[in-house]
């Protein structure tokens, strides 16, 4: 993820490894992260039991939300790629229960068809 990105707001692909070492202390048994996703501080983490919501707040970052969705509760997602001239990607996730959609930025170089196809597999795929 590029420094004019993290500015701008968008998230970009996380290391799996340095998802899991860092959220191992969240994690369930044979709980194993599949796709992680970083804008400065928060986090979108899928797993192969559900999609975890990371914010970090305050000026430390020591308090944290840590917004669980089983992918059950997923009534429906909306992915937009980038164009000519926004060069935004966006995911925005609607959840049973709640009236406004989960939204998250992407930067551009980030490969929003593989989040796209991970999601569609765990929400539709069964």
């Not at 935004?88 to 998250?104: N, T």
Request: aromatic fraction near 8%; charge should be negative; hydrophobic fraction near 40%.
């Amino acid at each position: 993820m590029g420094l004019l990105d993290k500015l701008l707001g968008n998230a970009g692909e996380m290391d799996i490894q340095e998802a899991t070492d860092e959220l191992s202390a969240i994690l369930g048994p044979d709980e194993q992260i599949e796709l992680a996703y970083k804008l400065i501080r928060d986090m979108l983490i899928l797993t192969n039991r559900r999609l975890i919501l990371i914010d970090k707040q305050g000026m430390t970052g020591r308090k944290v939300e840590y917004r669980s969705i089983p992918y059950k509760s997923i009534t429906m997602f909306l992915v937009e790629s980038t164009g000519n001239f926004d060069l935004d990607a966006e995911l925005k996730i609607w959840v049973s229960g709640q009236h406004e959609p989960f939204g998250m930025e992407f930067g551009s170089k980030t490969n929003i068809y593989k989040l796209q196809g991970l999601l569609a597999n765990k929400v539709a795929g069964k």
